[in-house]
């Protein structure tokens, strides 16, 4: 794919689900207001955010998803784990092996979108730091306007409905604290590295 240059740097946040169950959204903001755009069942998520990217053109997406394996598999010395990167036992993250497709789905997503920076966020960690689960964050009942209150600024208008539609928004967050070098990250750029 080939991109334009656009003057003003767009980021945005991805809660990457299965391919067709309907469980991605995108976040993103566009003339200062968040906008949300939601993968339908039985819809091809990847063509969606495809299609996304072509139409956007942005210049970071923060995923929702393993863009990495565990070092072993790439043959670097150090590395004995096999299930896990030193990021995911950093954060208690799940195992990208564990998560296979979805795994080797981010990948190649990331290959093919290689004009854009793609960086491995976690909104539950960024969820965590911000005490999130107060207000009922990955419950039955959240507490959403007091969550998106919390989030402050633009977030604080977007329109939420579910919870892939929460963790994109908190990955566009994390993008954009990305950009202003103020996130945290975890894990060694040789292996993998998440961002929260």
Known sequence: MTFGKK???MVCGIDYGSKMAGTTSICYIKEGVVKI??????QD?????L?????EQPELIALDAPLSLPGVYSAKDGFQDYFYRVCDKELK??????LGGLTAR????????SEIKIIEAYPVFRAKALELHK?????????????LNKLGGVFATAEILSSHDMDALLCLEIGQRFLQNKTQRSGLV???VIYY
């Not at 207000?135 to 969550?147: D, Q």
């Open 7 to 9: 003057s003003k740097t």
């Open 37 to 42: 755009e939601r993968s339908a069942k039985k």
């Open 45 to 49: 998520a990847d063509a969606m955010i």
């Open 51 to 55: 299609a996304f990217c072509q139409r």
């Open 93 to 98: 993250a799940m195992s990208p092996m564990f």
């Open 106 to 113: 981010a990948m190649k997503l990331k290959a093919m979108l």
């Open 135 to 147: 207000f009922g964050y990955r419950g039955k009942t959240p507490e959403i306007k007091a969550i």
């Open 190 to 192: 040789e292996e993998g």
